[in-house]
């Protein structure tokens, strides 16, 4: 079973920023917080990662809180080709990757 | 970044028969190469860990002799879902490690739709 939880679902107008909530509860010390997104029928595809400081790259932004429980992926205009399915995976490097259900996020135009 | 390919994108077969996907890394040589199976509005689950010239380690549920796993180089490998039934209709998706342990590395192939009849 996947060790974060996430809102099944949400949506975000085209332009605006779309901010997924991530739970990880159970995260490890040595557990980097990463994010990757399934648009339909292809493979997923590498967002972010991050340990304990906030992260950002050309795709997005990645907000994790001092205790690490909770970290929120931010796509700051979201665009139509964003709506995907957003998984974030609690991974050390010493295990298998379990995916959970993820975020399918519906950009709307 | 680095390119994962899976043949075929999609196949449609007949109760019964084998068939065979591929997945190949383009641009590095996978020291470990991954097979996950999605149902339809279900999440990745992983079926095997390959590993070049080993024999692939299977999770738990997943039965080795119904789906074959050749590694056979660095840039190879091969699932054979043998004597399909409709229930392994699937989306078959595969991902190669480049170097050890760090996730950003793993590199995900676009996924192989497969439907038997």
């Known amino acids: 079973d996947a060790k974060t939880t996430q809102p099944t679902s949400m949506d975000c107008a085209e332009g605006r920023a779309a901010n997924l909530p991530c739970n990880h509860s159970?995260?490890?010390?040595?557990?980097?917080v990463y994010w990757y997104r399934q648009i339909h029928s292809q493979g997923p595809q590498y967002i972010i990662h991050?340990?304990?400081n906030n992260e950002t790259n050309e795709m997005a932004s990645l907000i994790i809180t001092e205790d690490r429980k909770s970290s929120t992926l931010i796509l700051p205009h979201a665009t139509l080709r964003d709506t995907a399915v957003y998984y974030c995976?609690?991974?050390?490097?010493?295990?298998?990757?379990?995916f959970g259900i993820g975020t399918k996020l519906q950009v709307i135009p | 970044g680095a390119v994962v390919s899976q043949h075929p994108s999609r196949v449609i077969c007949k109760s019964g028969t084998s068939v065979k996907i591929e997945c190949r890394s383009l641009d590095f040589q996978a020291t470990t190469m991954f097979w996950y199976r999605q149902f339809p509005k279900q999440s990745l689950m992983l079926m095997a860990t390959?590993?070049?010239?080993?024999?692939?380690?299977?999770e738990q549920g997943v039965e080795k002799d119904k789906f074959l796993i050749n590694h056979a180089s660095l840039t190879l490998s091969t699932l054979t879902v043998t004597s399909a039934h409709p229930e392994d209709s699937s989306f078959y998706i595969c991902?190669?490690?480049?170097?050890?342990?760090?996730?950003?590395?793993?590199?995900f192939g676009p996924g192989t739709r497969l439907t038997v009849t």
């Open positions: 390959s590993n070049e010239g080993s024999k692939a380690t299977y």
């Open positions: 991050g340990l304990k």
């Open positions: 995976i609690d991974f050390s490097g010493y295990q298998k990757v379990t």
């Open positions: 991902s190669a490690q480049r170097g050890a342990g760090r996730l950003q590395e793993q590199y």
């Open positions: 159970t995260i490890s010390g040595n557990e980097y």
